[in-house]
């Protein structure tokens, strides 16, 4: 029987944007804990979720799910189609009402009996085989270890951890330092899985596997269309059902012991009046809204993009600041601030950036609204760049 390694934790912190009813703009942190796992142990989660996936897929299309289950299947698609496609469901429904359902701390609170039944469920089988229920083991009863305090153990600069190195230690090493050190904490809750490992994806998707059928079946019944991408979960069906789907989807969800955030729940009514299409509000979805008339990029993503801009321009112009003292000491003339990387982060001189992502959803979904949405940000670039270059502390080369 193999001995999994403590999987190694740190956490991605973004900051989420959103305007509140005033039309303000508003910062919260989130955090967000991933874990991964040593190279060997990646490697048979990898190679479980091979074998899982052929079953799971088959499953799917057993029950008609194929084109219902957007997130971590190998579809040739993205978000700009997987919005696209909802938007265009709304469009030909005309007058319908799309209910928008969030689930709350999804990987965090999936309980670990029902997703080893819906595990065995996927392979045919009444019980786990005996790999399969080790392989289980190691992601419910997970141990986990702070990648900063291994580094502080090994004595890693976290700042520079890649010198010189091709791993963090071998067995040897890590049996010595740090399996009896204290730092190696043991999931001891009946729920929750890591994010991170090859696996994790892939059983959030079995373990929600009753609900989907559950949720086709009852779509189906209605003319409607449903997706769930990871915890997001869309139903678009006629208005007089639309609270009765948003009630049913609220019960059936607690039979997984998980639950729908309230705060999170988008109720979004459409209608025609003659040839155009009306929205009571927006739907969000998938980084996109839409209002029966404009498809558009999220105004949370643009301020998102923006700031992240001012402050690359930012580093930008203190990495120059930096080397132009350099130059001013060998008497070498001093430079402006540099573009060609912010041209490459920032603009649409890229092939994949914020930008080109946004040109290349208004190609897919026909919309001039987002090309209007995106024009103005090649303009706003120069304008940080010009007043970086302004606040130069040295004198200018063009003087």
Aim: with cysteine; hydrophobic share 35%; glycine share 6%.
């Amino acid at each position: 029987m193999h001995a999994f390694y403590p999987l190694i934790s740190y956490e991605i912190e973004t900051v989420k944007i959103s305007k509140d009813e005033t039309g303000s703009i508003r910062k919260k942190p989130k955090i967000r804990p991933i874990k991964y796992a040593a190279h060997i142990d990646s490697h048979i989660y990898a190679y479980y979720t091979y074998q899982l996936s052929k079953s799971y897929e088959t499953k799917i299309t057993e029950y008609g799910l194929n084109e219902s289950i957007l997130a971590f299947r190998s579809l040739g698609k993205g978000n700009i189609e997987f919005a696209n496609q909802a938007f265009e469901d709304i469009k030909k429904q005309m007058n319908c009402v799309a209910v928008a359902l969030d689930v709350t701390g999804f990987f965090d609170n999936l309980d670990h009996l029902i997703l080893k039944q819906a595990w065995a469920n996927v392979i045919d089988c009444s019980y786990l085989p005996d790999d399969h229920f080790n392989v289980f083991k190691s992601l419910t009863e997970f141990s986990e270890v702070a990648l900063d305090e291994v580094y502080c153990k090994l004595g890693i600069s976290k700042h520079n951890s890649k010198k010189g190195r091709f791993k963090l230690c071998d067995a040897a090493t890590f049996r010595n330092l740090i399996r009896g050190s204290g730092i190696i904490k043991t999931n001891s809750q009946s729920k929750g899985i890591p994010q991170g490992s090859p696996l994790s994806a892939l059983l959030s998707n079995i373990y929600m596997l009753e609900f989907d059928k559950w949720a086709k079946e009852v779509i189906n019944l209605c003319s409607g269309h449903y997706y769930r991408y990871c915890d997001d979960i869309l139903f678009i069906v006629p208005e007089e059902v639309s609270k009765e789907i948003e009630s049913r989807a609220s019960l059936r969800i607690q039979d997984l012991r998980l639950s729908i955030n309230p705060d999170k729940t988008e109720i979004r009514k459409f209608w025609t009046k003659g040839t155009t299409q009306f929205s009571n509000k927006p739907l969000q979805y998938l980084g996109f809204t839409f209002d029966g008339r404009s498809k558009l990029l999220r105004s949370a993503a643009l301020a998102r993009y923006s700031g992240k801009m001012k402050s690359g321009v930012r580093q930008a112009m203190k990495k120059r600041n930096k080397e132009n003292l350099l130059r001013l000491e060998q008497g070498i003339p001093i430079q402006d601030i540099y573009r060609k990387k912010l041209y490459k982060r920032y603009s649409h001189l890229s092939n994949r950036n914020f930008i080109t992502y946004g040109h290349r959803a208004a190609k897919i979904m026909g919309s001039s609204a987002i090309r209007k949405q995106l024009k103005p940000l090649w303009s706003r670039l120069q304008k940080e760049i010009e007043k970086a270059n302004k606040t130069n502390t040295f004198p200018s080369i063009y003087s």
